[in-house]
């Protein structure tokens, strides 16, 4: 299973559209004419049921027959999909009360099925617009929240080239909000948002261009440079090696904490930044 290059930044500009939607919204976040989607998201009660983009529709029956024990022929599984389609029910959740599927496979094929989907760029560009309906009943236990799902994303899409900085990040940043960007672009490589992060998705979007501006600023390579949102807390961020990384602090005595491990590790000044941050309200509970 892979993700597409590219499918962090997608994810990130999808998702944080859900962002301005109350935290109990049920609908569908549709991209394309009526007459043709080109993408759409499913959501009830705020989280992340699935995704759906143009040429993936039957994506994740594939998935799923994979998943199947014993295997799921073309036939039954064609069969399966026009019955949970008339019953209105979710065919993943039918296979797994059938004994046909774990309730663990199902999850990963959910999730992984949704950041794919999600990270095709060309299914996603258009404006969206917001269709409310009814809750449809999905358990919550196959539906993913917002940070969630770009973390799994930004994992898989470049294990090979960000593997060993998402580690040193962690090392560096413990179980702070952290990321890695490219240099200079801000192109999201990876990132560590743990589900009860307070952190928004647009806010990282916006202290990951802050961070690029800023460090792009910078005289030597072995400067931290830093600012703080209007939550109290301050974003830090420092080059290596290419790559842009990134972390918030909670309060300035957890922003002494980091900055102090971080001169241990060769970074020996802090400078608050003069590029303004565009701030976006904490909006993720």
Do not use: I
Request: net charge negative.
């Amino acid at each position: 299973m892979s993700v597409a290059t590219s499918g962090p930044d997608n994810v990130l500009r999808v998702l944080s559209e859900l962002e301005g939607l109350p935290n109990d919204a049920t609908g569908a976040l549709a991209f394309g004419p009526e007459t043709k989607l080109s993408g759409v998201v499913l959501v009830e009660r705020g989280r992340v049921c699935w995704a759906a983009a143009e040429g993936l529709q039957r994506r994740l029956t594939g998935l799923l027959r994979e998943c199947c024990s014993p295997p799921l022929g073309a036939d039954e599984a064609e069969q399966l999909f026009v019955e949970c389609r008339q019953r209105g029910r979710p065919m993943g959740e039918v296979l797994v009360e059938r004994g046909r599927v774990s309730p663990e496979a199902l999850r990963a094929a959910l999730l992984h099925h949704t950041a794919e989907s999600l990270a095709l760029g060309e299914s996603w560009t258009s404006a969206p617009r917001w269709v409310p309906h009814r809750a449809r009943g999905y358990q919550s236990a196959f539906t993913f929240l917002p940070v969630e799902l770009l973390s799994y994303a930004s994992t898989m899409a470049q294990p090979e080239k960000v593997g060993d900085a998402c580690e040193r990040l962690r090392v560096l940043a413990g179980e702070r909000n952290s990321a890695v960007f490219d240099m200079p672009g801000a192109t999201l490589l990876g990132c560590q948002l743990p589900e009860d992060s307070t952190t928004s998705l647009r806010a990282l979007s916006s202290a990951g261009a802050w961070a690029a501006k800023s460090l792009a600023e910078s005289t030597y390579a072995s400067t931290l440079k830093f600012t703080r949102d209007r939550s109290g807390g301050v974003w830090v961020g420092w080059s290596d090696a290419g790559l842009t990384f990134l972390v918030h602090c909670h309060d300035r005595n957890d922003f002494s904490v980091l900055v102090r491990t971080l001169q241990r590790h060769g970074w020996n000044a802090a400078v608050q930044s003069s590029v303004p941050l565009v701030d976006y309200q904490v909006v993720l509970t």
